[in-house]
């Protein structure tokens, strides 16, 4: 029976989600390093075994867990994690103790936004026009080379943490004197690409990269961080074969190939010009967020967190059939206070509730979130993509959260 080890700083309900599904796989003895003490697992005694940490970010902690489970369990088959933070630790960890996984370099290339970049750039991939900035004088050199707008976020960014755009020059100066840029914390700046953004998934083993989703974000993320009152969607397209999407098809493949993607799932967020072309905007060796895994599922009829877990512990993979169209509308309150009333639920269930497959609804009562993911969302499914993209659009437009 393999060892297998998963770690997260916290046990967040999503990463409880992926350890249930790790737990789920028959013959397989599961350990979880944690920030957080056992008692989430209660209801998985027996199956999971548990060992706390202070921070597991830390590659001496990690080292030090992991050595602890194994005098317990045995050689450790695997040890993982989906944080996209815990990435280079854990290929540290991997490689002071033996253990198959990506490789530290490659987890530097995908957790090091600029210099994944640079290695798209070098091997004539498109993705935006970038400079890392040591000084105030690059930053100023680069938006000057590159004209405005563009985009600041920090070279080992998540989840457009702490990213935004900037329009001229006044704006970019009053930003970097906050947090003036150096050569041990530089920041990272870009090419504002004009057009539609999209997500890329991909599951490799060994270096094959075996299938793919994408979606299409409405509108891009940088535009819902910037305006809070934006309720927005995600759509995945059951077509997602088409010859449409030939460019980025053969595109991501090539990029995962330069930065060293072997086994695992990645999320690449990428742009359709509007003059028809692409670019890649940065890639993450880790499932992705909002909700899109949820969407994958739902497209397929299958479990894929549990699927991803199949590829990390065992290296397979049971191709699914794309069934169905997916999409997911995010609901956010628009003001300050807390939420006092959410509107135009009941009309959306009576004209689309034969579409809808999950929801959360906003808690009345709650502080209005600061993520982009906003304060709930509905998810509804289709075999036609038009008749879930109208849904969508229904539901952004109907439901309205209500904050005072």
């Given at each position: 029976m393999p060892f297998v080890i998963f770690a997260a700083p916290l046990l967040s309900d999503n990463a409880f989600r992926m350890v249930e599904a790790a737990?789920?796989?028959?013959?397989?003895q599961l350990a979880v390093i944690t920030h957080d003490g056992?008692?989430?697992l209660l209801h998985l005694q027996g199956r999971v075994a548990h060992w706390r940490v202070e921070n597991?970010?830390?590659?001496?902690?990690?080292?030090?867990?992991?050595?602890?489970?194994?005098?317990?369990?045995?050689?450790?088959?695997?040890?993982?994690?989906?944080?996209?933070?815990?990435?280079?630790?854990?290929?540290?960890?991997?490689?002071?103790?033996?253990?198959e996984g990506m490789s530290v370099e490659a987890a530097n290339n995908f957790r090091d936004k600029a210099r994944m970049k640079t290695l798209l750039r070098g091997a004539g991939l498109p993705c935006a026009r970038h400079r890392l900035a040591g000084s105030m004088d690059d930053a100023v050199a680069f938006a000057e080379a590159n004209g405005f707008p563009i985009v600041v976020k920090p070279p080992a960014g998540a989840g457009a943490i702490s990213t935004f755009r900037v329009d001229d020059m006044h704006t970019l100066l009053a930003a970097l004197?906050?947090?003036?840029?150096?050569?041990?914390?530089?920041?990272?700046?870009?090419?504002?690409?004009?057009?539609?953004?999209?997500?890329f998934e991909t599951m490799s083993?060994?270096?094959?990269?075996?299938?793919?989703?994408?979606?299409?974000?409405?509108?891009?993320?940088?535009?819902?961080l910037a305006n809070p009152w934006i309720q927005w969607s995600l759509v995945l397209p059951r077509e997602v074969d088409g010859a449409q999407y030939e460019d980025i098809r053969t595109a991501a493949r090539r990029a995962l190939d330069v930065l060293g993607m072997r086994t695992g799932i990645t999320h690449m967020e990428w742009f359709r010009r509007k003059d028809g072309s692409i670019a890649i905007s940065?890639?993450?060796a880790r499932p992705p967020g909002a909700q899109i895994t949820q969407l994958m599922s739902y497209a397929h009829d299958v479990d894929v967190v549990q699927a991803w877990a199949q590829v990390m512990i065992f290296g397979t993979f049971d191709l699914p059939e794309r069934k169905y169209a997916a999409g997911?509308?995010?609901l956010r309150g628009q003001g300050e206070g807390r939420i006092v009333a959410v509107h135009g639920v009941e009309a959306?269930?009576?004209e689309l509730g034969a579409l809808i497959v999950a929801a959360r609804t906003p808690s009345i009562g709650a502080t209005p979130s600061t993520s982009y993911e906003g304060d709930g969302w509905v998810i509804v499914r289709h075999p036609e993509t038009r008749v879930v993209e109208r849904a969508v659009t229904t539901i952004i437009s109907t439901i309205r959260v209500e904050v005072a």
């Amino acid at each position: 029976m393999p060892f297998v080890i998963f770690a997260a700083p916290l046990l967040s309900d999503n990463a409880f989600r992926m350890v249930e599904a790790a737990a789920s796989i028959p013959d397989v003895q599961l350990a979880v390093i944690t920030h957080d003490g056992p008692d989430r697992l209660l209801h998985l005694q027996g199956r999971v075994a548990h060992w706390r940490v202070e921070n597991v970010l830390d590659v001496a902690q990690l080292t030090w867990a992991a050595e602890g489970l194994s005098r317990t369990f045995g050689p450790i088959h695997r040890l993982f994690g989906s944080y996209e933070q815990l990435q280079v630790p854990l290929a540290e960890a991997r490689a002071r103790l033996g253990i198959e996984g990506m490789s530290v370099e490659a987890a530097n290339n995908f957790r090091d936004k600029a210099r994944m970049k640079t290695l798209l750039r070098g091997a004539g991939l498109p993705c935006a026009r970038h400079r890392l900035a040591g000084s105030m004088d690059d930053a100023v050199a680069f938006a000057e080379a590159n004209g405005f707008p563009i985009v600041v976020k920090p070279p080992a960014g998540a989840g457009a943490i702490s990213t935004f755009r900037v329009d001229d020059m006044h704006t970019l100066l009053a930003a970097l004197r906050e947090t003036a840029p150096s050569l041990e914390q530089p920041v990272l700046l870009e090419e504002f690409v004009q057009g539609e953004e999209h997500s890329f998934e991909t599951m490799s083993i060994d270096g094959r990269h075996v299938w793919h989703s994408l979606t299409h974000y409405y509108p891009t993320p940088l535009t819902v961080l910037a305006n809070p009152w934006i309720q927005w969607s995600l759509v995945l397209p059951r077509e997602v074969d088409g010859a449409q999407y030939e460019d980025i098809r053969t595109a991501a493949r090539r990029a995962l190939d330069v930065l060293g993607m072997r086994t695992g799932i990645t999320h690449m967020e990428w742009f359709r010009r509007k003059d028809g072309s692409i670019a890649i905007s940065e890639v993450a060796a880790r499932p992705p967020g909002a909700q899109i895994t949820q969407l994958m599922s739902y497209a397929h009829d299958v479990d894929v967190v549990q699927a991803w877990a199949q590829v990390m512990i065992f290296g397979t993979f049971d191709l699914p059939e794309r069934k169905y169209a997916a999409g997911a509308a995010f609901l956010r309150g628009q003001g300050e206070g807390r939420i006092v009333a959410v509107h135009g639920v009941e009309a959306v269930n009576r004209e689309l509730g034969a579409l809808i497959v999950a929801a959360r609804t906003p808690s009345i009562g709650a502080t209005p979130s600061t993520s982009y993911e906003g304060d709930g969302w509905v998810i509804v499914r289709h075999p036609e993509t038009r008749v879930v993209e109208r849904a969508v659009t229904t539901i952004i437009s109907t439901i309205r959260v209500e904050v005072a």
